[in-house]
């Protein structure tokens, strides 16, 4: 007798954990040398709401290296609660941030959230930080969601979608910091002689659509499937809080768990969640109402 096709389902979704990505870099950017590097707050409070909804948090940057941005530790950017953890060299946020781990150290099959955190510095070495572009493209691939915040999106380009060799953002609609938001700062003329883009322009140079937020320092995200981004520092933590929300949606999503370990590309789109699946020679077929299938779907490649 043939197993039913609701007993051989089961709703599932990637593992419950999150690797937040910090930048190596840093850089002159502030007065008097003061320098960019990690946005405390950008990695803190997202790590702040990854645990407190029930996740393992680990992060990670590609030379294992970081520095502080000299901007986000001043009161105004660091409240009190905040500089007391990062001030507190034992605080588990601060142990793992100083652990210096690289993208080599953890196995992305382990992880259902990346989120890229951000700070100046990060248009600098995300655009080539090949290390944590191969994490998150695998994450991605292997159904997680992909996320970042403010100059996090810098990281998008080299992250590919498997089955089109295209940033995983073409075609999608992102946020980040603003082009407005840099001249405001006066900072423009500074990330040109870094010869990088802006997030606007690498996001249209990606294929993607850029929405800006209301204004350049609005809290304001944009989810687009599996892609969660946020506009700058104060949207760090609601960006977040999108991200599991957009994590918890891919629970209700079924998958045939005989065939697929782990689910990913593996996971089954709306449209297939509409038809009864069977097990094919060549795959998946979808059947319709009497039986007959209507088209294949190989191991692997479900939904294209």
């Known amino acids: 007798m043939a197993t039913p096709i609701a007993d051989r389902e089961k709703t599932t979704g990637p593992p419950r954990r999150a690797i937040i990505a910090v930048t190596s870099a840093h850089a002159p950017l502030y007065p008097d040398g003061k320098e960019t590097g990690v946005f405390i707050t950008e990695a803190l ?19 294992g290296t970081y520095q502080a941005d000299w901007l986000s530790q001043q009161d105004k950017w660091l409240p009190a609660e905040d500089k007391k953890i990062w001030e507190d060299s034992n605080s588990e946020f601060r142990k793992k941030l100083d652990a210096g781990l690289k993208p080599g150290d953890f196995n992305p099959d382990n992880y259902g959230i990346f989120f890229a955190s951000a700070g100046h510095a990060s248009l600098i070495d995300y655009p080539e930080a090949k290390g944590l572009q191969t994490m998150a493209s695998k994450m991605y691939g292997d159904g997680a969601i992909i996320s970042a915040v403010c100059h996090g999106g810098a990281i998008f380009p080299g992250v590919l979608n498997q089955l089109t060799d295209k940033p995983i953002i073409h075609g999608r609609k992102v946020t980040g910091f603003t082009t407005k938001g840099e001249e405001e700062e006066g900072v423009l003329d500074t990330i040109k002689s870094w010869n990088r883009p802006t997030i606007e322009k690498a996001a249209a140079d990606c294929g993607a659509t850029y929405v800006a937020p209301p204004g350049p320092w609005d809290s304001f995200t944009q989810t687009d499937e599996r892609i969660v981004t946020g506009a700058n520092p104060a949207s760090a933590e609601a960006t977040a809080e999108a991200a599991v929300k957009a994590f918890e949606e891919l629970t209700k999503i079924p998958r045939m768990d005989h065939d697929y370990k782990g689910g990913g590309m593996n996971y089954r789109s709306k449209e297939d969640n509409a038809h009864p699946v069977i097990k094919g020679k060549s795959g998946l077929d979808l059947i319709d109402q009497d039986g007959e299938p209507t088209r294949t779907i190989e191991p692997g490649v479900a939904g294209k």
């Open 45 to 63: 409070h997202p790590f702040k709401v990854f645990k407190k909804a029930g996740f393992e948090v680990d992060l990670v940057s590609e030379t």
